[in-house]
């Protein structure tokens, strides 16, 4: 009982984090990463349609939307690629971030709601995304099994976050300082909170390496279909479909 408090607790307490960022929370991160976020968006729209191989998707689910633009970058790919997406649903436990998101994107639904209990029906939707959101999921496990539950069959789970890497060469421990110090003082001074933006660093470091994550998504019932590593393994890149 006293772990599920704590949990309860840490899950809260993240989620207050970005209620207080979530105004400012798009200009800083096109700062601290220059737009290339950009780019490992687009990539990963552009890899998870080619391995649907789907002309018409009733929805796209994005996870901890945030503000909502991964769901810009959905719905940019599927008029690219002539792909009618009937619904797109953003779920995000932040009413901050949701606030931010309806005011910003009117094409799309967005829902109060945790990735481990999300707010949509059994085998609805063909594509989940959660974009550097699922190392904020305390019952990570948890979440990988609703996910499952919500997808078609055959539907695809899309994962960008940053994953611990082993890091020991001299690029490597600028980027180490790089997290550590400066991203956290450039984050802190846009958004007035600089534990927010220590928090980032520190929850990268506690969080699993590529092959930990591929191993649980493996265990919740899902067949890896695309792993891919950005900008010397700040990033990754992972697709996954349920069995």
């Known amino acids: 009982m006293e772990k599920k408090i704590d949990k309860k607790e840490k899950q809260d307490k993240i989620v207050n984090m970005f209620d207080d960022i979530a105004s400012t929370y798009d200009l800083t991160n096109r700062v601290l990463s220059m737009g290339i976020d950009i780019k490992w ?7 998870a349609y080619e391995i649907l191989e789907l002309k018409a998707l009733t929805q796209i689910t994005d996870v901890a939307c945030g503000t ?17 997406v009937q619904d797109y649903v953003g779920v995000d436990p932040s009413v901050g971030m949701l606030e931010v998101a309806r005011n910003k994107i009117d094409f799309a639904e967005f829902k109060e709601g945790k990735a481990q209990e999300l707010p949509v029906k059994d085998e609805s939707t063909e594509l989940i995304s959660i974009s550097y959101g699922i190392r904020n999921v305390v019952d990570r496990v948890e979440a990988l099994q609703e996910f499952h539950r919500a997808l078609k069959p055959n539907g695809i789970v899309v994962i960008l976050e940053f994953t611990k890497q082993e890091r020991a060469g001299m690029f490597d421990r600028v980027v180490d300082f790089g997290m550590k110090r400066v991203l956290p003082r450039v984050g802190g001074l846009i958004s007035k909170n600089y534990e927010a933006y220590k928090y980032l660093p520190d929850s990268i470091e506690d969080f699993l390496t590529t092959k930990m994550l591929e191993k649980e998504l493996e265990d919740a019932g899902f067949k890896m279909r695309y792993t891919k590593s950005f900008t010397m393994g700040i990033s990754t890149l992972l697709i996954a479909q349920k069995i």
């Open 41 to 47: 968006r687009r990539t990963a729209c552009e890899k």
């Open 68 to 84: 909502g633009d991964l769901l810009l970058f959905w719905r940019e790919y599927a008029q690219k690629k002539g792909i009618v």
